[in-house]
């Protein structure tokens, strides 16, 4: 149970310790932490994988995701009440002593304030975590992000591609998808927690106007302090906020003295809340500089941002101290540099301290992870004092999954606020049932359902279910199977909505990424879902978000990826291996901020969309022997894109895409065999869908909206 | 020469980096320090005020007042209540770099 998340592989294996034939952090396929100018595909595909169909590996396994266990928590002594404020409070030396007084009272005041709302966050905090353990924390949540840069010169005003790199660094560690966990010692390795937190530059501001979730102020301020916290406020020579409700603000510029960064634990002033770094700890690229030059800064103060203490629980170096965490070993004072294992402190031999935690004071290159005790905390955190910023962290997802499996008929299945699935059909005449009603069919689904259809009698409804396995029902022309409301368990832990495929009649293919963050396969073969039983074939790779799939022929699958750096990747089956190879990937580049959507509008040929950090739409292609515009080039098709874009090709000559944009209307553009229309950079309004936006949760007795009339 | 006290008179944050065979290093705020998580500090005021500078749980230093006096040329007694009594022997001092070693207060 204890490495149920981690480690559905089932045989030992960390995502770290994923078979490597080249002996380097990208041959596998997908680097993490994306470098300055990504060389493209020539060194990631070249990864021999095993000869043959690799349909042997180890399968995904059903776990108990998500229990992270607990119970150790009984010891969690008091404290939290008396914290001093940290990144918010402590008056700096003042200049003029008789203006001391008055100041010093303020911050008492604030103080006492501050330490009562200390005290209601680590009460409401133990309440979430002893309370309701298996339906704590349901999905991977994204929360929104501004950097705000603040800089005296060029060099401060670092580079978005930096920005970006850092924003990598953050999904690759709350997701447990760094490349280097596999470093974590032996003893630790059953430790390692997933956050299931993702994070994302904004691409709505606060005035509800389309944003990069990058603010660049200049600045005549020479280096910030935080004892007066002022990079946090324009008056002070920083930069103001963004609803802190709303966003998780990280300042970038000097800070004084060789701090490399700090941060504001949940409960303090709003106006000053969030997280701030120096510039040359920031990101991976441009100036960071070693031996901080790994991004961890950040993974590091946004810990405590989501509510976790040093790991060491800031007693100076005695053992009296507490993180508030079950799991992680007493420990004395802080560790440095890059210690080597065992470091022995307070009675916690033979494994001594968790120095490499992300939460202890060593380089970038030391540490690798989080426990799931502090995952459990920042969760619990997530669910109280910051549940504000999940109300906006919701990406706006597809209506609802159509398929059409003949000539006028229509199949809507959707996933209704009872978390059951519901469908409504058109045979062309009107919509089924009458009236207002929906089928319902039962299940307790965690997201939406994917459908596919392989001929006119027959629907495959794939879908997610609370225990992050894959539940299955199909349609067979005259009878829902195995019933109605039933299901049919594939197993798996998922951490991605199956996507489902069928390439020829009485097959599918349905993939998933695991847990592992890994890319999973389990395909119908007409006779019996292979891999069988609850096990899936492993497709490598470490993913952001959903995968796409498309068959563009019977014996030719393409599946695409956003890796862990943002960019794209490819792999495909040429109808007898998977290609490059079995865990392989192709490089597409890019900097992707929705899932890729994916068509094939003829037997060689594939149109990839995926959105950009500027919320525009973008768009590559393959023509059946090169992709275009380059390799790693897009399309900029333009618009602001505040969810996943879809697609639809009816016919060879023809595309039809769909986004939703910061207004809540629909927005189309359209291929017609020639050119984008309206023009290349814009798309129609088809306005917004009946009923309260497309962000909304879904009700089954909602119209059905736009999108599905329209993309038929 | 300025007496210890006079000299004392700032804020001086520990450089770790260059402690020594028990001696605690301090270079004053506004030092090129190398880069770190985090760097405890120590703070003496003209008036007697002496503020701790402890790392904080969310890295910045928290502060910690208290009372400090010095003899001209000998030890200096710190008190906060956090911390206690201590002493501390001022092994150097420079208008750029303190070094001292702590003890704590007998009896």
Redesign the interface.
Known sequence: MANGVMNPMGDGNLPGGRPDPMGTPGAVGMPVVATSGATGPSGMNAAPGPSGDGRTGGGMRPGTAGTTGMAGMAGMAGGGGG?????NG??G?PRH?CATMPVHRRLLNQNQDYARARGAIENSTRLAMSGRAGTRFPDVVRIPVVVHVVYQDDRQNISDEQIHSQLAVLNADYRAANSDVGAVPAPFRDLVGDAQIEFHLATTGPDGRPTTGITRTPTSVAQFS??DDGIKSAATGGADPWPAARYLNLWVGQL??????????PGGPPQTDGVVI?Y??FGTLGTA?AP?NLGR?AT??VG?YLNL??IWG?D?TGCGGTDEVGDTPNQAG?NHGKPSFPSVSCDNAPSGDLFVNYMD?VDDAAMFMFTKGQVARMQACLQTARSSLLATAATPQPAAPVVSRGAGRIDVVRRGADSALHRRWSDGTGWQPSGAQWEHLGGVCLGDPRVATWGPGRLDVLVRGFDRAVYHKWWDGTAWRPSVTGYDHLGGICASEPQVVSRAPNRLDVFVVGADSALHHKWWDGGQWCPTGPDWDHLGGICVGQPAAVAASMNRLDVFVVGADSALYHKWWDGTAWRPSATGYDYLGGVCTSSPQVVARGPSRLDVFVTGPDAALYHKWWDGTAWWPTTTGYQRLGGVCTGDPEVVACGPDRLDVFVTGPDSALHHKWWDGVRWLPSPLEYESLGVPLGPGPAAQPSPTQPVPALVTTAT | MPDTPDRLSRRWLHSFEEDHEGVQVYRPSGHPFPPARGRDGIEFRPDGTFIDLPIGRGDANEARPGRWHGEPQGPVHVHTEAAGRRVMDVVRLEPDRLEVRWREEAG
């Open positions: 914290t001093a404020p940290t990144g402590a008056p030396p002593w935080p004892d004084r003295d060789g701090l490399l960064g700090y941060a504001q634990f120096t040359t700890a500089a901080f800064t590091h103060e405590h203490f040093h800031d100076g802080p004071y």
